[in-house]
């Protein structure tokens, strides 16, 4: 009897053995709490969607702030009262620490965007969509946004002063030639999947920008001479009291650690029409700074890409194609939209403050000082926001 | 011609002197019974002894009475009316040869005698006399006597069992008139059964663990306490109980030993009647760092005993809930009404008393301190509390009410406290018994703000000279906000045992613990707030339920290869399923007191909801095997599934090895020794991850410009296992002279798959927190002495004292990838190559002066350092209990610390803000009173009247600039102090009035129990920490702060005189 009581209580154990892996996993989901998985339902797509739009813009913010703290569009002035932060000062002199401390969270702002813009693609596989205009626009999404990912990485962010690049899901260095490329990619994907001419015309214009960051004119002429047309409205990142406009935050009304450049205030004095395009406000009654108020309140939009930026781009190609009276004229159409007179000439020095007045305040400054051996901060000095201590500790494959 | 016979007697016992015999002829086959009362009757069959034909007509004579009968027609015969004795049958038929034979009728006899103590030679009463191997027992009078009757002819092992008492064991033949028995007492409670794992139970003395098992009723009778915590306190070695705050209701702060890994918090596992109780800190809204106690639901008079399993070695059974302990608490009862009662017992205690302030502000100190002693007053307790219990043949039953009202030591703190209670055992002892236990409390608590709250009322009274400046000087604004918890809990548990042979028991555990809190606060409208927020009032609410069951089955085999040797084997399942809600709505700018809710207010913001469900499954087994009770060895397994590990781990195994060896069970042994036993065990048990931690990713929803969208929140990991302690116990218990009993316990654990959070790269996207991961490890070691004596035992005196030391430290080996893990404060740390918690600070070395001799500032450390540690590196306590001519007990426990540190964070806030006579005079000597300089540490503080400036380079100038810079309220470290203390923590003095009442009332003398108990608590505090009392800590029980009073509410003082009268 007791060696059947003993083969009873045995069996009984391995039934519980088998049984309890199943009633430990059979429990209700959390309220309010949704976990991977739980997401992998056609019904949660649009959530997900505006999920990576919100992570963009704010992550755009972020980046175009810093990369114009770095350039010589804004000054970070140590004399205000606001401006306490030592991390802003470090971006301002060129002279960043690895842990600076707004770095490492743009990164992690970044690095969600690009997780989650290929997250939703990889998601797509997963789900059976029965609405496929809402496959494609995942498609769409998960493209442009992985896209804007990568290419943010290839123009702001770099391993050296002047080497830029960036990283990928605890990969390796990827300079910024090859992220250009992917991004490209992406950008051409997000168009097939696209049948709004809008965003054709979008995705165009971006991959215009793109080539013409990488150095590659013709393409950037190509591409632009289909993206975004005159009075087309500019692409645009959007904010909210939770998750506010970063200019208006650091560098405007509502908080003041960067003011603009003397010399944007020096273009309204010589034209006044210049206020048109290039919109700044005294810090305060008598102050002898001027801060932007191209973004007056938390929730002001900021371009991404415009028609005129397009324009721009078509009057650069012209000039490094010896088509000046072609550059003149789309330089003259933006400068026409403004109220501006038109110029009778065009260089690349003039074209370049064409652009720091059109784009003012959209990360372009850095750039085109880099592109045109412009950059105003000694040698030595960081030309890119560099790839933080935080992704060269924690990433293995970093090198 | 030889026939041979065989004849039989059986007997049926009726009265005193039932007979019986038994009897063998060598004549004729027969059959022989006995029918009698004091004599017996023999009866038989005559038969041939060749052929077995039954022989009619033969006569049958008894020799010595002339007693004779004739066989019938089926060789019947009948013989009644035998006396016992022996007698001779003579036997004889025609034509057969005549027989003798010798039949003896045996009397039934009893067994008596008498129980008392060795040394006092007092008869005990109530004890267990059985003899061994039967059912026949019977208890003791009230004189230590005892009868056992109709005890058949034969030799027995009569067997002696009190609790408290070491059980005795005698031979005894029946006809021996007296048997006595003189009982030592159990000094250790050797001989007591105890819990040594899920569902393992063992004689203590044979136990191959230290465990250490609290008599609740013991002590109840000796003192009177409130709350559960409060019979524990001091009284178990190696485990520390901090009260937090002195806030009624407050939580208590274990440290089991060495902490339980890096991941425990100190709590244990609590069950109560098998049920596993939700111990959690409920949050709420705080009301500035103190959560809500959930053990303070319990009525201590409700409870009967209360087992401590400290660590991974004895809890490994309880596996990935074991690592910090487990407390396990029985409720009544366990005994019931004595012998020679009504077997209807009836309790009824009224304790009334008063909770005072230990310690006062002083304005030597704190410019503030008369405010700050304002706020104190007399809290008043007031307690009635009945109970009923009893017996029937099948039925034990145990019912009790109580009510407690107890007043804190500020106006707005009181608890007001309903529990009741109904446990009932059905066919206890037989081979299938049931038991019911269930409770139901209804707790209303009021606290006031305190700790890190800015309408604090300690803040608002010794943060500024300026008392509550954040209410524009009302002080009735601080006193009117409301903050109310309503709590509702049933606890119920329902048990089978079944042991349907003797080589196999079953038992069947299910029960449910169900809590509800309502957690009301409202700032009143119509006050002057600082922070416009609250400019017309707001109300907070939350509502937490938590519901969870558990079912324990499991089996035991026994086996007996040889008399010395046994086996038994135990298996079976736990399972537990919890579920938590919790739902905080709030509405700000009420417009008016008299309705608060959201329809009057301008703005709800916030409606938070949690649910958590979640599940846990462990199936164990455990091995015994003894050997003539000098060795023992143990092996157990556990293996446990729960929600909480990550999915793409395995379920996690946990094993344990122990063993004993007796040496008071040897000869050789001098008998001074009545027990000596050395043991060892080895264990391993976990703490679990934190319920979200498996999930990969969890997605909130923010609402962006447009429209809600889903980002992460969270990062988790798949692959999340609980932490892992493993501990090596080995420890030696003695007992001498039946007087002096020594524990002594080493340990040495070691944590490995710590959960610490670790940064993710940010090129991973997965960064919107950091991630666990089982990364950590740490060591930790201590030694636990335990000390009992008895010096005086006699019927007039009996003294007896306890010694408790403890050492432990422990230090972290690695935390992998993470960063070093601050509190909330910054201060406690965990880091490698420190203990857990240790204060880890910027140090100020000096000051600096510039060319001109005047001040500059402090002279920093480059980085941070290791400022000591807020637990105890050693703990104590001395109890004494003395009984005096049997009526008067008094009780004495005294507690210490030493090797600790505390952060008077109160006191930092105070300096700048002028509050501090000290920094006040250093500063207006230093030229600072008033000066932005510094960060404007001095900018509030003004020049102390008669106090001139001193000149710059000069030995006074230097000391003084030396004095403010170690009173730099930006730096922490200035403010971490040595806080080793000594508390002498209840002193009681109980006086039985049972002879007074037998004298007025001799009718009802033998079951009337009245007595008197007048205690004290906190009496007396010595300590070398600045502040009001070295145990507080501002967040609670829980979290990485400990060692932290900032503005925490002192202990109080707490006096009750108690009257309890049984009937």
């Avoid at chain 1, 939009?301 to 000046?324: K, V």
């Avoid at chain 2, 074991?322 to 009824?348: C, E, F, H, M």
């Avoid at chain 2, 040889?562 to 417009?591: F, H, K």
Wanted: with cysteine; charged share 20%; hydrophobic share 40%.
């Amino acid at each position: 009897m007791k060696t059947q009581l003993l083969l009873c209580l045995t069996t009984l154990l391995a039934g519980f053995l088998l049984a309890c892996s199943n009633f430990v996993n059979d429990v209700d989901a959390p309220l309010d709490i949704n976990d991977d998985e739980s997401l992998n339902d056609e019904s949660r797509v649009e959530l997900l969607i505006t999920g990576v739009q919100h992570r963009f813009a704010t992550t755009y913010a972020r980046t175009v702030l810093l990369a114009d703290a770095l350039s010589d569009g804004l000054v970070f002035e140590q004399s205000l009262p606001a401006a306490t932060s030592q991390s802003f000062k470090q971006i301002d002199a060129g002279k960043i620490r690895l842990d600076n401390s707004d770095i490492t969270q743009l990164f992690r702002a970044l690095g969600e965007l690009r997780f989650l813009a290929d997250d939703l693609l990889v998601r797509a596989d997963h789900i059976q969509f029965s609405d496929s205009t809402l496959s494609q626009r995942v498609l769409f999404t998960g493209n442009f946004y992985g896209g804007i990912a990568r290419y943010f990485y290839a123009t702001y962010t770099g391993i050296s002063e002047n080497e830029g690049g960036g990283v990928i899901n605890n990969g390796p260095f990827i300079p910024a030639g090859m992220l250009y490329n992917q991004a490209i990619e992406k950008f051409v994907t997000a168009s097939e999947n696209t049948t709004d001419e809008y965003e054709q015309r979008l995705t165009n214009s971006i991959i215009a920008r793109t080539y013409l960051y990488n150095g590659e004119s013709a393409r950037a002429a190509l591409f632009a001479g289909d993206g975004l047309q005159i009075n087309d409205p500019p692409f645009q990142a959007f904010y909210s009291q939770d998750a506010s406009n970063s200019y208006w935050s650091e560098a405007g009304r509502g908080n003041t650690q960067f003011v603009a450049h003397p010399r944007f205030r020096n273009f309204i004095k010589e034209e006044p029409l210049e206020a048109q395009r290039l919109t700044l406000e005294p810090v305060d009654v008598d102050s002898m700074y001027w801060r932007q108020n191209q973004y007056p309140a938390f929730d002001s939009e900021i371009d991404f890409i415009s028609w005129q930026e397009i324009e721009l781009i078509l009057a650069e190609t012209d000039l490094n194609d010896n088509n000046s009276a072609g550059a003149i004229g789309h330089v003259n159409g933006v400068r026409a939209f403004y109220g501006l007179s038109s110029l009778m000439q065009l260089d690349v020095q003039t074209l370049l403050v064409e652009r720091e007045k059109t784009l003012f305040l959209q990360g372009i400054r850095l750039v085109d000082q880099r592109r045109f051996n412009l950059f105003h901060l000694p040698v030595g000095t960081w030309q890119y926001l560099p790839i933080p201590e935080e992704e060269r500790i924690g990433n293995p494959n970093f090198n | 011609m030889d026939f041979c016979y065989h004849r039989q007697c059986t007997s049926i016992c009726r009265k005193r002197y039932l007979q019986s015999m038994i009897i063998t002829l060598l004549i004729l086959m027969s059959f022989i019974q006995v029918y009698a009362q004091d004599t017996g009757t023999i009866r038989g069959y005559v038969t041939d002894g060749r052929t077995g034909e039954p022989l009619a007509g033969a006569n049958i004579l008894v020799s010595a009475t002339n007693q004779h009968s004739t066989t019938d027609a089926t060789g019947l015969y009948t013989l009644a009316g035998i006396k016992p004795g022996k007698h001779i049958l003579r036997i004889s038929y025609i034509g057969y040869k005549k027989h003798e034979a010798q039949v003896k009728i045996h009397s039934l006899d009893s067994i008596s005698g008498q129980v008392i103590d060795n040394e006092t030679a007092e008869p005990l009463p109530d004890i267990l006399v059985k003899i061994k191997g039967s059912t026949m027992t019977t208890r003791t009078t009230l004189d230590g006597r005892y009868l056992i009757d109709a005890v058949p002819p034969g030799t027995y092992t009569l067997q002696v069992v009190r609790e408290g008492y070491r059980p005795l064991e005698s031979g005894v033949s029946v006809g021996i008139n007296e048997l006595s028995f003189k009982l030592y007492e159990d000094v250790i409670r050797a001989e007591e059964i105890v819990v040594t794992g899920l569902a393992t139970r063992n004689k203590k003395a044979q136990s191959e663990v230290a465990i250490s098992r609290l008599n609740a009723g013991e002590s109840l009778a000796a003192n009177n306490v409130g709350t559960t915590a409060q019979l524990l306190n001091g009284k178990i070695s190696g485990v520390q109980m901090r009260r937090v705050s002195g806030n009624v209701g407050s939580g208590y702060r274990f440290h089991m030993r060495a902490g339980g890994g890096i991941n425990g918090d100190g709590q244990p596992l609590i069950y109560l009647d098998g049920v596993r109780m939700d111990n959690s800190e409920v949050p709420g809204f705080e009301t500035g760092g103190q959560g809500l106690n959930l053990l303070a639901d319990l009525n201590p008079e409700d409870i009967e005993n209360i087992e401590v399993l400290k660590g991974a070695a004895a809890a490994s059974s309880y596996g990935a809930n074991g690592a910090n302990g487990v407390l396990l608490i029985t409720t009544k009862p366990r005994r019931y009404a004595r012998a020679g009662s009504n077997k209807i017992r009836l309790d009824y205690k009224f304790l009334a008393g008063l909770n005072t302030k230990t310690s006062a502000y002083d304005e030597a100190q704190l410019l503030s301190a008369a405010d700050a002693n304002a706020l104190f007053r007399t809290g008043q307790i007031m307690q009635h509390s009945l109970s009923a219990s009893g017996e029937s043949d099948f039925v034990r039953y145990f019912t009790a009410l109580s009510s407690r009202i107890e007043e804190g030591i500020l106006n707005s703190n009181r608890m007001n406290r309903k529990n009741i209670r109904a446990n009932l055992d059905v066919l206890s002892g037989q081979k299938i018994s049931f038991r019911m236990n269930s409770s139901y409390t209804i707790n209303t608590l009021e606290r006031p703000l305190n700790d890190n709250a800015v309408f604090g009322n300690l803040f608002n009274t010794t943060a500024a000279p300026a008392s509550y400046s954040v209410v524009q000087g009302e002080r009735s604004t601080i006193e009117n906000i409301n903050d109310e918890n309503d709590g509702n809990r049933f606890l119920g548990s329902f048990s089978a045992h079944f042991r349907p042979v003797d080589f196999f028991a079953g038992n069947i555990v299910v029960g449910v613990d169900d809590n509800d809190i309502r957690h009301e606060q409202v700032y009143p409208a119509s006050a002057t707030y600082t922070d416009s927020i609250f400019a017309n009032g707001i109300r907070n609410l939350s509502n937490r339920n938590n519901r969870q069951f558990t079912a324990h089955i499991n089996g035991r085999l026994t086996s007996y290869s040889a008399e010395a040797l046994s086996l038994s084997l135990v298996a079976g399942v736990e399972l537990l399923d919890r579920r938590e809600t919790l739902s905080t709505p709030q509405s700000s700018n009420i417009v008016t007191p008299l309705i608060r809710s959201g329809q009057v207010s301008d703005q709800h913001s916030g409606l938070n909801e949690i649910r958590l469900h979640s599940r846990q499954a462990g199936v164990f087994a455990e091995g015994n095997l003894a050997y003539r009770r000098r060795y023992s060895v143990s092996l157990k397994v556990r293996r446990d599934y729960a929600s909480e590990i990550g999915r793409d781990s395995d379920s996690v195994f946990y094993p344990g090895l122990s063993m004993a060896w007796r040496l008071n069970e040897y000869a050789w042994l001098p008998r001074v020794f009545s027990l000596l036993k050395f043991r060892g065990a080895y264990g391993e048990a976990g703490n679990l991850p934190n319920r979200l931690d498996k999930f990969r990713i969890i997605y909130g929803s923010q609402f962006g410009a447009n429209a809600e969208g889903s980002l992460p929140t969270a990062i988790g990991n798949t692959r999340i296992e609980p932490e892992r302690v493993k501990e090596l116990e080995v420890g030696v218990d003695t007992e001498l002279f039946h007087n002096l009993a020594v524990e002594m316990s080493w340990y040495r654990q070691k944590s490995e798959d710590s959960i610490l959070n670790v940064q993710n790269a940010p090129s991973t996207g997965l960064t919107s927190s950091a991630a666990p991961a089982n990364v950590g490890s740490m060591k930790a070691w201590g030694f636990e002495t335990l000390i009992f004596a008895r010096p005086w035992h006699s019927q007039n005196l009996n003294a007896s004292f306890t010694l408790i030391n403890n050492w432990q430290t422990n230090e972290v080996i690695s935390i992998g990838n993470a960063e070093p893990l601050f509190d909330r404060f910054g201060l406690n740390v965990i880091t490698e190559g420190l203990p857990k918690h240790e204060f880890f600070s910027t140090p100020v070395l000096g000051a600096r002066f510039n060319d001109n001799g005047t001040y500059a500032g402090p002279i920093t450390g480059a980085k941070r350092v290791a400022f000591g540690n807020p637990i105890p590196g050693y703990t104590g306590s001395l109890s004494l209990h003395m009984k005096i001519k049997k009526n008067l007990t008094i009780y004495l426990l005294a507690d210490w610390a030493t090797a600790r540190k505390m952060w008077n964070g109160g006191k930092s806030v105070s300096l700048p803000a002028g509050n501090n006579p000290e920094y006040n005079m250093l500063a207006t000597q230093l030229g600072l009173a008033g000066s932005s300089q510094f960060e404007g540490i001095a900018a509030n503080v003004k020049s102390v009247d008669g106090v001139g400036e001193l000149t710059p380079g000069t030995i006074q100038y230097i000391a003084a600039a030396r004095a403010f810079a170690r009173l730099d309220p930006r730096f922490d470290a200035n403010f971490i102090e040595d806080a080793d203390f000594l508390k002498l923590r209840q002193v009681a003095v109980s006086y039985n009035l049972k002879n007074l009442f037998s004298r007025l009332f001799p009718a009802h003398s033998p079951r009337l129990d009245v007595a008197v108990t007048l205690s004290a608590m906190n009496l007396f505090t010595t300590s070398n920490y600045s502040g009001p009392d070295p145990e507080v800590n501002w967040s609670g029980t829980r979290g990485l702060e400990r060692g932290q009073d900032f503005f925490t509410l002192q202990n109080p003082r707490t006096f009750n005189l108690a009257f309890r009268i049984s009937l």
